[in-house]
């Protein structure tokens, strides 16, 4: 069944490696022929909204920083993503006409429900993506869409990432067409889910590499750093927080120039570095800021799209749209937090002090 472990010694690998079965189920059942299909209420209600706010905590509000970028490029609508936890206690003053989405994997944390209560309150619509069908946020919001990827059992989150991200997207294509965007148009999302979906499984197909990296670079460090600038920024965040939470070795994601402001202070013989490197606008940028970082003593790593690819490069990341390059660029993300945690002899599915669902304030 779905959510036994098999052969695997950890969920957590067995969930990376489904990551192209859920697009593919993503692809089969939100779309009909070439074109997206969502509920026309949803796509009505967000079309009209002057702002979207995102709404969810840890892993998922990485996905929804991800999204953002997404939504404001092919819907059109400005968005912000906001931590639940903070937004709960101080809403910012809203648009006349927003728009709420809640991301979360198992429609249950705490933090969440705090805001969509008091968006409830407001009469205001909201949309939840979920894993859990018929879970609280589901049920209390005004709309549900359902992520599809399967029952996740690792308290590390990858699959369900991966698939707001894809769900995001789709929404974004749906609402742009509405509003009769020729970006949104002509967006193939059907061919770029089939591309990610290929270069998720070439990633994962090749994770030996990968672990080669963490045995290499993260075996005894205390510290790494995750640099990355436009939505690699958004996917070093998330990278950080997955090789924190499962290895224990203290992770910062940061925008890659940024580092210089003060950061780079910290960086020293030996510290490991991983970078990503998807965004036209920024590749060449950000190979002076591994520059920065190496001739500091720092053992970098780079995983970078194909287009941008030069010779010493870790990791070739298969080339997708640069906006749902978050989807391929996660797997080896993923990955090297995996093989950290497992080549120390940690418990990956259960790092200590951690819940997969947070139903506390
Ligand atoms: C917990 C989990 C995280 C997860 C977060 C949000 O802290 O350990 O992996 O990202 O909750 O959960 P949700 O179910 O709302 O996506």
């Known amino acids: 069944n779905a959510a036994s472990k098999g052969t695997y010694e950890f969920y957590m690998l067995k969930e990376i490696d489904e990551q192209p079965a859920v697009m593919r189920r993503l692809s089969q059942d939100y779309f009909d022929g070439d074109d997206v299909k969502v509920d026309p209420a949803i796509v009505d209600a967000m079309a009209q909204s002057d702002r979207i706010y995102i709404l969810a905590a840890g892993t998922s509000y990485h996905a929804g920083l991800v999204g953002?970028?997404?939504?404001?490029?092919?819907?059109?609508?400005?968005?912000?993503?906001?931590?639940?936890?903070?937004?709960?206690?101080?809403?910012p003053k809203l648009s006349k006409k927003p728009f709420f989405i809640f991301l979360s994997q198992s429609g249950e944390t705490a933090d969440s429900r705090v805001v969509l209560k008091q968006v409830n309150e407001r009469n205001l619509p909201s949309l939840t993506m979920t894993n859990v069908e018929g879970s609280t946020l589901s049920r209390e919001a005004t709309y549900t869409?359902?992520?599809?990827?399967?029952?996740?059992?690792?308290?590390?989150?990858?699959?369900?990432?991966?698939?707001?991200?894809?769900?995001?997207?789709?929404?974004?294509k749906a609402v742009g067409e509405k509003k009769n965007l020729e970006k949104a148009k002509n967006f193939d999302?059907?061919?770029?889910?089939?591309?990610?979906?290929?270069?998720?499984?070439?990633?994962?197909?090749?994770?030996?590499?990968?672990?080669?990296?963490?045995?290499?670079?993260?075996?005894?460090?205390?510290?790494?750093?995750?640099?990355?600038?436009?939505?690699?920024y958004a996917v070093a965040l998330e990278g950080a927080l997955k090789l924190k939470?499962?290895?224990?070795?203290?992770?910062?994601?940061?925008?890659?120039?940024?580092?210089?402001?003060?950061?780079?202070?910290?960086?020293?013989?030996?510290?490991?570095?991983?970078?990503?490197?998807?965004?036209?606008?920024?590749?060449?940028?950000t190979r002076g800021n591994i520059q920065e970082v190496e001739s500091r003593g720092a053992n970098?790593?780079?995983?970078?799209?194909?287009?941008?690819?030069?010779?010493?490069?870790?990791?070739?990341?298969?080339?997708?749209?640069?906006?749902?390059?978050?989807?391929?660029?996660?797997?080896?993300?993923?990955?090297?937090?995996?093989?950290?945690?497992?080549?120390?002899?940690?418990?990956?599915?259960?790092?200590?002090?951690?819940?997969?669902?947070?139903?506390?304030?």
């Open 245 to 285: 939470e499962v290895s224990y070795i203290e992770t910062e994601g940061f925008a890659a120039a940024e580092l210089k402001h003060g950061t780079i202070a910290l960086i020293e013989k030996g510290t490991p570095v991983i970078t990503l490197i998807n965004d036209p606008a920024t590749a060449d940028l």
């Open 68 to 91: 953002k970028n997404i939504i404001e490029e092919y819907a059109d609508i400005p968005v912000e993503v906001g931590l639940a936890s903070e937004f709960g206690y101080h809403f």
């Open 145 to 172: 869409m359902l992520l599809e990827a399967g029952p996740e059992i690792a308290v590390a989150s990858t699959k369900a990432y991966t698939a707001q991200i894809a769900v995001q997207a789709i929404l974004a």
């Open 189 to 232: 999302l059907k061919n770029q889910f089939a591309l990610a979906a290929e270069g998720m499984q070439e990633l994962v197909d090749g994770k030996e590499k990968i672990d080669e990296l963490a045995k290499k670079y993260l075996s005894t460090t205390r510290n790494a750093f995750y640099l990355g600038r436009g939505v690699d």
């Open 300 to 361: 970098v790593m780079t995983f970078v799209a194909k287009d941008f690819a030069r010779e010493g490069d870790d990791v070739v990341l298969p080339q997708i749209d640069y906006y749902l390059s978050p989807l391929v660029t996660a797997i080896p993300a993923q990955l090297i937090a995996y093989y950290a945690s497992k080549n120390k002899g940690l418990d990956v599915d259960k790092p200590r002090n951690l819940a997969k669902s947070v139903t506390v304030e």
